[in-house]
């Protein structure tokens, strides 16, 4: 029985535009029923002024970065580079408490509401205090992150991460890492925590930082906590190619071959960036059914270099979008990034389309992000369709770049002839969160946030 219903022109279902659709939302503030065909709009509906979208998840977040965000775009030596960017970011990483972390999340979730997505996936590594130990709750600053998540309305999954060493060869973490420390039986601990709180838009699964930062035995330990639990496990492989040489150092593999190899894999791990492979290499990935988490813009800025997006869709694997360091906060901005970079790459253009099945790029990515995104955030249902959460994002049609698109090529306008999101509204569990464009408390969480990084940087 529908609480509340909702009327739209045109809304994505199932890969495809349907019109005249009716959206009803149960008490839970989940869609009690999808019906395109309703015409006129019933009387007692609230019609919508743009087509409907699903709400989008972020796979992949370090909330803490967006206090960076802007502050490493200068090269103050001869080589700069991801490994000296990591270091500067663990300036920011050592000084920021509970209460800026909360402040800097806040903003950085308003802004992906705005952006488009309605769940995040938190890569938590920001465990213990400025010194290294422990808070008196030892998730205090997991509940930083959900209270920042609830300030804003959006879902968060967080993701505790197992991080004990500095690198393949290391047996401790560098001084500078010293609030990232957890052993499994930690990780595993604050997961349950968090999952057992039962707040809305809340959940919780785990995450080891990357297989330079975990031990085999460690990850082993980690991974009998959650043997047969359904439950999402993320883990950063082969981002940087200095990774790949370490780990073939290491373990004779390359990073990707070392975790197919060595570690069971399922459907419930998500392989972050995933971005320096060969042609085994995903096809284990695909043999596992395991899915991979891309993050474009973040990649670009840092100099990852160029995931292999034909061969991961050849095999079918499922591919999710995160913005990571939040240089980028808008999922349309992602796919646009990711189809260009591949562009630049093979020298052709619309890359990622499948003619005769999906011909419009927009379309094949964007349906590759609603339905790996759901994975990756432990959800059995997501988008425009009963039962799922009553996430959805209401397009500006008079946005400049989708002004007289026909409604065939909408998502393509979306993505490559719009410079922002494109949005009016966005919904999440049935309720308002971003009117014309903007979160309904921009302005306050705003303040609070200038404020933060005025004390934190």
């Known amino acids: 029985m529908s609480e509340h219903v909702f009327w739209a022109p045109q809304a994505w279902v199932d890969g495809r535009w349907e019109h005249d659709v009716c959206l009803g939302v149960d008490a839970r503030g989940h869609w009690a029923a999808i019906t395109p065909g309703i015409t006129p709009p019933p009387a007692h509906a609230t019609v919508l002024q743009g087509p409907v979208l699903p709400g989008l998840v972020n796979a992949h977040s370090h909330a803490f970065q967006r206090a960076f965000v802007g502050l490493a775009e200068r090269r103050e030596s001869e080589a700069d580079d991801f490994w000296s960017w990591r270091d500067r970011m663990y300036g920011v990483a050592l000084r920021i408490t509970p209460a800026q972390m909360r402040a ?21 590594y920001l465990h213990h205090q400025e010194d290294g130990q422990p808070y008196a709750d030892e998730a205090t600053m997991a509940w930083a992150l959900a209270d920042a998540a609830q300030d804003a309305g959006m879902g968060l999954t967080l993701l505790p991460v197992l991080y004990e060493r500095a690198g393949f060869q290391q047996s401790n973490l560098r001084p500078d890492q010293r609030r990232f420390a957890g052993t499994p039986d930690f990780i595993a601990r604050l997961q349950a925590t968090v999952q057992a709180s039962s707040r809305p838009l809340l959940n919780a699964g785990v995450a080891i930082h990357s297989l330079r930062a975990a031990s085999a035995a460690s990850i082993d330990a980690l991974l009998a906590h959650v043997r047969g639990a359904d439950m999402p496990i993320h883990i950063h492989v082969a981002e940087q190619m200095q ?82 360091s939040h240089v980028g906060r808008q999922w349309n901005e992602e796919i646009r990034w990711l189809e260009y970079g591949q562009r630049l790459r093979l020298q052709q253009r619309n890359v990622a ?87 309904h408390e921009k302005s306050v969480i705003a303040g609070i946030f200038k404020q933060t990084l005025f004390n934190l940087l």
């Open 104 to 124: 800097v999340a806040a903003q950085l979730y308003v802004e992906l509401l705005q952006g488009g997505y309605t769940q995040v996936c938190e890569f938590h």
């Open 243 to 324: 990774e790949v040489r370490d780990c073939l150092a290491a373990t004779g593999q390359r990073p990707i071959a070392h975790l197919a190899h060595r570690f069971s894999m399922d459907s419930r791990w998500q392989l972050v960036h995933a971005t320096h492979t060969e042609a085994t290499e995903i096809d284990a990935v695909a043999r596992s059914g395991a899915g991979i988490v891309i993050c474009p813009s973040t990649e670009g800025n840092l100099g990852d270099g160029f995931a292999d997006l034909p061969g991961w869709l050849a095999a079918g694997v499922p591919i999710a979008l995160g913005s990571d």
């Open 353 to 439: 389309a499948l003619p005769g099945y999906q011909p419009s790029t927009a379309a094949r990515l964007l349906d590759q992000a609603i339905r790996s995104g759901a994975a990756a955030a432990g959800f059995k249902q997501w988008g425009l369709q009963t039962g799922a959460r009553a996430d959805m994002v209401v397009l500006d049609m008079n946005t400049p770049g989708l002004l007289g698109i026909p409604h065939t090529h909408t998502l393509d306008a979306l993505v490559f002839a719009c410079n922002h999101a494109a949005i009016d509204e966005v919904y999440v569990a049935g309720k308002r969160q971003v009117s014309g464009g903007m979160h």
